[in-house]
């Protein structure tokens, strides 16, 4: 799986990007604790997507699985852009964009647990990644965004933070189903890109207005830190600031007592 050259551009520790519909800025950082970086993140303005993932399986395997997520979802988006459907066109923003993008996690997860039966892997065992991706194809339309696993997207409007995915862990099972003593651990996922034959990502048509600021990140920034200390990071952001935001929010994680890889992706709509 490691052996084949990249699918997409290589993935930057820090990198600013111009989209259609406003400006993004990503930053990973290994952090004190661990050996190497299994996060990874994409940045493309064509077709329109951000994404983190956060590997698990070992240096390597964590870091591959991740890497080939993001490559494996940005080549699977392009080419749909080509493709003779009305992904693309102009007021198609309802169920077409959003199953494409199911399609595509879903061939990501597919090729993935390819590599790791061709490994032996036994199901359930084996390099695997979470994935949050931001898709706006439509720069006058809204967001689709598919999730697998505990990285988050956040919308930051008017001044008020919400968390916009849903983690898929047993300790967020625990709390949905009422339980407010013996959680589970919070790193526990109930499923993730590449152990198993078949995911179920969540999909969301998310509506965007000018001004509006989406944070991706994986759970080492908020896996300790609260969302109220994050919004007040955030608060105010501009455009030519957006790599000092992410770099306080690392900080910020690393202060909270972070011991796993950093990763933030801001995007600032145009408005």
Request: include cysteine; aromatic fraction near 4%.
């Amino acid at each position: 799986m490691a052996s084949h050259p990249p699918l997409s551009p290589p993935l930057s520790t820090s990198q600013y990007c111009a989209l259609a519909g406003g400006t993004a800025f990503g930053l990973t950082e290994t952090g004190p604790f661990r050996a190497a970086n299994e996060d990874n993140f994409l940045l493309a303005p064509q077709p329109g997507l951000l994404a983190v993932a956060d590997g698990m399986g070992g240096h390597a395997g964590g870091a591959t699985a991740s890497a080939e997520a993001l490559a494996l979802l940005h080549a699977f988006l392009r080419a749909a852009g080509h493709g003779a459907d009305d992904t693309f066109a102009p007021g198609a923003h309802g169920a077409a964009p959003l199953h494409t993008l199911g399609a595509a996690v879903a061939h990501a997860n597919a090729r993935l647990y390819q590599a790791n039966t061709a490994l032996g892997r036994p199901e359930g065992t084996g390099m695997g990644t979470t994935l949050t991706a931001l898709w706006r194809p439509d720069p006058a339309g809204p967001a689709y965004v598919g999730h697998v696993g505990d990285s988050r997207l956040y919308l930051l409007r008017a001044g008020r933070i919400a968390q916009v995915t849903h983690d898929q862990t047993l300790y967020q099972q625990a709390l949905d189903a009422g339980r407010t003593a013996m959680l589970p651990g919070r790193n526990l996922l109930l499923q993730a890109l590449g152990p198993g034959p078949a995911v179920q990502p969540e999909l969301l048509v998310q509506p965007v207005a000018p001004g509006d600021l989406f944070l991706l990140c994986s759970d080492g920034l908020h896996g300790d830190s609260a969302d109220g200390a994050i919004a007040a990071i955030l608060a105010d952001a501009r455009d030519d600031d957006l790599h000092e935001r992410c770099a306080a929010l690392v900080a910020l994680a690393l202060h909270d007592g972070s011991r796993d890889n950093v990763t933030a992706v801001l995007l600032r709509c145009a408005g």
